[in-house]
């Protein structure tokens, strides 16, 4: 392109270097898409701030490090990462010293894109993971016990009887009530990779990595007893003998494989609940390999 410039505008050469990095300059195409690229992953520009200020080089992680590259703005040696040419460091490191409050900016809207990206995923009443962040968990799990061969645990917990309970106490009552069950669900759940999830309006789902069917049902009793002990009073008669409210648990756990889907393991889980609620409610009925379901009272 230099090279066609001179020989068909004439001028010199040092005349275009001067103007090489400026908006009038030949390059200024390339350079304005570079840096609209930039724009997008402030990740990579506060990395290549970093290059183009280092005239000895740094050293960055292998992935943004090989990300630049891709986009040809750098060159590695050994591990160090160096700018790619002249003309990049010089119209780049003006940039961010010209932009910093842009850079800045791009950073926050970034940080604010992985908090968006979070509550998405977060019940606003309960603060538990949602039914979209249980969906994407469970399929992650699934897939590496799957590798592993280790077994996988769900419990689905529906407050018993929670219409009545809404209708006589309000919709105020029976929010604090989803709220006081969802921190008493938190208290007794206590492994770093299990998960506590508003799954409907009064349905609970806790996924259970590495818990086979004994240990699902020791969390699911637990889970029960400490809901019961809130001692959530409900003044409707509907033959239900418990004046407070209670869960009814379903339980299901087994070993994934590659060949099956998540769904199998949800559709044991709500069978085993669907047990439970016809056995008389607030009770735990664990899902077997069986046409029948074993009951824990």
Sequence with gaps: ????????????????LQEATTLSGIYR?????????????????????????????????????????????????GNRTFAHCELFRTYFRTH?????????????LEQENQE?????????????TNRRGFDEQLQHEWNR?????????????????????NKSAGWQAGDRCLQKVAG????????????????????????????????AVF??????????????????QIGFPADIVTLSIGAASQIPSPQTETSLLVRSAYEALEQAKRQGRDRVFLHTERSSSAEFP
């Design 96 to 108: 961010f010293q010209q932009g910093n409050s842009l850079l800045d900016r791009l950073r926050q």
């Design 145 to 165: 016990l799957a590798r592993e061969g280790e077994p996988l645990a769900l419990l689905l917990c529906d407050l018993d009887y929670f219409r009545y309970y």
């Design 1 to 16: 392109l230099a090279l066609y410039h001179l020989s068909s505008r004439g001028g010199t050469l040092s005349e275009l």
């Design 219 to 236: 969390v699911a009793e637990k889970v029960r007893d400490r809901v019961k002990a809130l001692r959530i009073e409900r003044d409707f």
């Design 184 to 215: 008493a669900i938190r208290q007794t759940i206590h492994r770093p990779a299990d998960l506590i999830s508003r799954y409907g309006s009064e349905e609970f789902a806790i996924l259970l990595p590495y818990t086979d069917a004994t240990g």
């Design 29 to 77: 195409d390339s350079l304005r898409q570079y840096w609209g690229v930039l724009r997008s992953y402030p990740e990579l520009a506060a990395a290549l701030e970093q290059v183009v200020n280092a005239p000895d080089g740094i050293e960055l992680d292998a992935r943004t490090s090989y990300q630049l590259e891709s986009l040809g703005l750098v060159y590695l040696q």
């Design 116 to 128: 968006l990206q979070r509550l998405s995923f977060i019940d606003d009443l309960t603060q538990l």
